[in-house]
Protein backbone atom coordinates (compact mmCIF):
# COMPACT_ATOMS: atom_id res chain seq x y z
CA UNK A 1 0.00 0.00 0.00
CA UNK A 2 2.68 2.21 1.03
CA UNK A 3 4.44 1.50 -2.32
CA UNK A 4 1.98 1.99 -4.54
CA UNK A 5 1.01 5.69 -2.71
CA UNK A 6 4.14 6.76 -3.11
CA UNK A 7 4.40 5.06 -6.99
CA UNK A 8 1.20 7.10 -8.01
CA UNK A 9 2.57 9.86 -6.43
CA UNK A 10 5.70 9.76 -8.43
CA UNK A 11 3.31 9.15 -11.75
CA UNK A 12 1.47 12.31 -11.03
CA UNK A 13 4.15 14.72 -10.71
CA UNK A 14 5.59 13.15 -14.12
CA UNK A 15 2.22 13.88 -15.75
CA UNK A 16 1.48 16.77 -14.19
CA UNK A 17 5.37 18.46 -15.15
CA UNK A 18 4.08 17.51 -19.17
CA UNK A 19 0.48 19.80 -18.45
CA UNK A 20 3.10 22.15 -16.86
CA UNK A 21 5.47 22.14 -19.58
CA UNK A 22 2.52 22.88 -21.98
CA UNK A 23 1.18 25.49 -19.76
CA UNK A 24 4.94 27.02 -20.29
CA UNK A 25 5.50 26.93 -23.60
CA UNK A 26 1.68 28.69 -23.97
CA UNK A 27 3.43 31.58 -22.19
CA UNK A 28 6.55 31.68 -23.60
CA UNK A 29 4.25 32.12 -27.52
CA UNK A 30 2.61 34.48 -25.96
CA UNK A 31 5.24 36.70 -24.42
CA UNK A 32 6.91 36.31 -27.88
CA UNK A 33 3.57 37.02 -29.67
CA UNK A 34 3.51 40.12 -27.29
CA UNK A 35 7.61 41.04 -28.50
CA UNK A 36 5.94 40.62 -31.65
CA UNK A 37 3.16 42.77 -31.11
CA UNK A 38 5.01 45.87 -29.98
CA UNK A 39 7.50 45.76 -32.71
CA UNK A 40 5.15 45.95 -34.61
CA UNK A 41 3.19 49.18 -33.34
CA UNK A 42 6.91 51.00 -33.26
CA UNK A 43 8.00 49.66 -36.59
CA UNK A 44 4.96 49.98 -38.72
CA UNK A 45 2.07 51.39 -36.49
CA UNK A 46 -0.63 47.81 -37.54
CA UNK A 47 -0.29 45.58 -33.63
CA UNK A 48 -1.52 42.34 -34.15
CA UNK A 49 -5.21 42.11 -34.63
CA UNK A 50 -7.16 41.03 -31.50
CA UNK A 51 -3.51 40.07 -29.83
CA UNK A 52 -5.22 41.31 -26.47
CA UNK A 53 -8.01 39.39 -26.44
CA UNK A 54 -5.64 36.34 -27.06
CA UNK A 55 -3.41 37.00 -23.97
CA UNK A 56 -6.74 37.48 -22.02
CA UNK A 57 -7.97 34.16 -22.39
CA UNK A 58 -4.82 32.28 -23.21
CA UNK A 59 -2.75 33.47 -19.90
CA UNK A 60 -5.39 32.07 -17.64
CA UNK A 61 -5.17 28.60 -19.27
CA UNK A 62 -1.25 28.82 -19.31
CA UNK A 63 -0.76 29.40 -15.80
CA UNK A 64 -3.70 27.11 -14.84
CA UNK A 65 -1.42 24.44 -16.33
CA UNK A 66 0.96 25.03 -13.88
CA UNK A 67 -0.64 24.18 -11.02
CA UNK A 68 -0.78 20.99 -10.63
CA UNK A 69 2.82 20.37 -11.31
CA UNK A 70 2.99 23.35 -7.95
CA UNK A 71 0.58 20.87 -5.68
CA UNK A 72 2.44 17.83 -6.46
CA UNK A 73 6.38 19.11 -6.29
CA UNK A 74 4.72 20.66 -2.71
CA UNK A 75 6.10 23.92 -4.09
CA UNK A 76 3.58 26.07 -2.17
CA UNK A 77 4.57 28.98 0.30
CA UNK A 78 5.36 27.49 3.96
CA UNK A 79 6.21 29.36 6.65
CA UNK A 80 8.77 27.13 9.15
CA UNK A 81 9.48 29.70 12.11
CA UNK A 82 8.49 27.19 14.85
CA UNK A 83 9.73 24.40 12.82
CA UNK A 84 12.72 24.54 15.33
CA UNK A 85 10.36 24.37 18.70
CA UNK A 86 8.11 21.94 17.23
CA UNK A 87 8.71 18.03 17.43
CA UNK A 88 8.77 15.89 14.09
CA UNK A 89 5.39 14.70 15.09
CA UNK A 90 3.77 18.13 15.53
CA UNK A 91 5.52 19.13 12.49
CA UNK A 92 3.85 16.29 10.39
CA UNK A 93 0.36 17.23 11.96
CA UNK A 94 0.65 20.87 10.48
CA UNK A 95 1.42 19.90 7.15
CA UNK A 96 -1.06 17.77 6.77
CA UNK A 97 -3.42 20.08 8.03
CA UNK A 98 -1.78 22.81 5.82
CA UNK A 99 -2.45 20.04 2.84
CA UNK A 100 -6.15 19.40 3.61
CA UNK A 101 -6.85 23.49 3.77
CA UNK A 102 -4.92 23.49 0.35
CA UNK A 103 -7.14 20.69 -1.03
CA UNK A 104 -10.48 22.36 -0.14
CA UNK A 105 -9.14 25.71 -1.94
CA UNK A 106 -8.38 24.05 -4.97
CA UNK A 107 -12.04 22.45 -4.98
CA UNK A 108 -13.73 25.47 -4.52
CA UNK A 109 -11.71 27.46 -6.96
CA UNK A 110 -12.44 24.61 -9.83
CA UNK A 111 -16.44 25.19 -8.72
CA UNK A 112 -16.26 28.58 -9.12
CA UNK A 113 -14.47 28.46 -12.53
CA UNK A 114 -17.18 26.11 -13.69
CA UNK A 115 -20.04 28.12 -12.48
CA UNK A 116 -18.64 30.93 -13.94
CA UNK A 117 -17.84 28.93 -17.35
CA UNK A 118 -21.52 27.66 -17.14
CA UNK A 119 -22.53 31.36 -17.06
CA UNK A 120 -20.22 32.24 -20.23
CA UNK A 121 -22.01 29.59 -22.23
CA UNK A 122 -25.75 30.36 -20.69
CA UNK A 123 -24.69 33.64 -22.19
CA UNK A 124 -22.71 32.34 -25.66
CA UNK A 125 -20.01 35.20 -24.47
CA UNK A 126 -17.79 35.89 -26.97
CA UNK A 127 -14.71 38.00 -27.42
CA UNK A 128 -15.22 41.61 -29.16
CA UNK A 129 -12.81 41.49 -32.25
CA UNK A 130 -11.85 37.80 -32.76
CA UNK A 131 -15.62 36.63 -31.60
CA UNK A 132 -13.84 33.86 -30.05
CA UNK A 133 -16.30 31.77 -27.26
CA UNK A 134 -14.99 32.36 -23.86
CA UNK A 135 -16.64 29.46 -22.04
CA UNK A 136 -14.34 26.70 -23.99
CA UNK A 137 -10.80 28.41 -21.97
CA UNK A 138 -12.97 29.07 -18.83
CA UNK A 139 -14.10 25.26 -18.81
CA UNK A 140 -10.34 24.22 -19.70
CA UNK A 141 -9.55 26.42 -16.48
CA UNK A 142 -11.57 24.58 -14.42
CA UNK A 143 -10.57 21.10 -16.07
CA UNK A 144 -6.50 22.01 -15.02
CA UNK A 145 -7.75 23.25 -11.72
CA UNK A 146 -10.07 19.68 -10.78
CA UNK A 147 -6.57 18.12 -11.82
CA UNK A 148 -4.36 20.06 -9.15
CA UNK A 149 -7.34 19.26 -6.68
CA UNK A 150 -7.11 15.38 -7.54
CA UNK A 151 -3.02 15.83 -7.67
CA UNK A 152 -3.39 17.60 -3.93
CA UNK A 153 -5.46 14.57 -2.63
CA UNK A 154 -2.68 12.17 -3.63
CA UNK A 155 -0.52 14.97 -1.36
CA UNK A 156 -2.38 14.73 1.19
CA UNK A 157 -2.88 11.09 1.39
CA UNK A 158 0.54 11.06 1.25
CA UNK A 159 0.82 13.48 4.68
CA UNK A 160 -1.50 11.62 6.27
CA UNK A 161 0.48 8.56 5.99
CA UNK A 162 3.58 10.57 6.65
CA UNK A 163 2.08 12.02 9.63
CA UNK A 164 0.74 8.40 11.14
CA UNK A 165 4.63 6.96 10.64
CA UNK A 166 6.02 9.76 12.38
CA UNK A 167 3.83 9.48 15.37
CA UNK A 168 4.43 5.64 15.21
CA UNK A 169 8.00 5.87 14.92
CA UNK A 170 7.64 8.96 17.89
CA UNK A 171 6.16 6.60 19.93
CA UNK A 172 8.44 3.49 19.56
CA UNK A 173 11.05 5.61 20.35
CA UNK A 174 9.41 7.09 23.47
CA UNK A 175 8.97 3.65 24.48
CA UNK A 176 12.47 2.71 23.76
CA UNK A 177 14.02 5.26 25.74
CA UNK A 178 12.11 4.94 28.74
CA UNK A 179 13.06 1.47 28.59
CA UNK A 180 16.23 2.23 28.54
CA UNK A 181 16.18 4.73 31.13
CA UNK A 182 14.52 2.12 33.43
CA UNK A 183 17.27 -0.16 32.73
CA UNK A 184 19.95 1.73 33.84
CA UNK A 185 17.96 3.01 37.39
CA UNK A 186 19.10 1.66 40.33
CA UNK A 187 15.68 1.56 41.63
CA UNK A 188 14.53 -0.83 38.75
CA UNK A 189 17.23 -3.40 39.75
CA UNK A 190 16.42 -3.16 43.69
CA UNK A 191 12.86 -3.81 42.69
CA UNK A 192 13.68 -6.86 40.18
CA UNK A 193 16.38 -8.65 43.50
CA UNK A 194 13.53 -7.70 45.68
CA UNK A 195 10.67 -9.62 43.82
CA UNK A 196 13.00 -12.19 43.20
CA UNK A 197 13.96 -12.77 46.75
CA UNK A 198 10.33 -12.70 47.53
CA UNK A 199 9.21 -15.37 45.23
CA UNK A 200 12.38 -17.26 46.73
CA UNK A 201 10.80 -16.88 50.14
CA UNK A 202 7.30 -17.85 49.11
CA UNK A 203 8.92 -21.30 47.10
CA UNK A 204 10.74 -21.76 49.91
CA UNK A 205 7.85 -21.71 52.59
CA UNK A 206 5.56 -23.32 50.31
CA UNK A 207 8.67 -26.47 49.85
CA UNK A 208 9.76 -26.36 53.41
CA UNK A 209 7.35 -24.70 55.79
CA UNK A 210 3.94 -26.53 55.03
CA UNK A 211 6.09 -30.08 56.51
CA UNK A 212 7.65 -28.59 59.33
CA UNK A 213 4.05 -27.44 60.35
CA UNK A 214 2.66 -30.94 59.59
CA UNK A 215 5.07 -32.51 61.86
CA UNK A 216 4.44 -29.90 64.78
CA UNK A 217 0.63 -30.47 64.56
CA UNK A 218 1.44 -34.13 64.04
CA UNK A 219 3.56 -34.30 67.47
CA UNK A 220 1.33 -32.36 68.84
CA UNK A 221 -1.67 -34.67 68.75
CA UNK A 222 0.78 -37.94 69.61
CA UNK A 223 1.21 -35.84 72.96
CA UNK A 224 -2.21 -34.55 73.96
CA UNK A 225 -4.00 -36.78 71.86
Known sequence: MLRSLDLIDQRTLQVARWIALIGVTGILLIGAGTILDVLMRFLFDKPLPGFNEVI???????????????????VNIRMDLLSTRLGPVTLKRLECVGASFLLVFYILLAWQFGRHAADLGQQNATTVFLEWRRAPFMWAVAVLISVCACTQFIVFLVSVRDMMDSAITHRTSVLGVRAVKALSDGRFWLGVMGTLVI??????GLNQGIPAAADVAQRFLDAYG
Open 56 to 74: EIGIAVAVAATFPAGASGR
Open 199 to 204: IALVVF
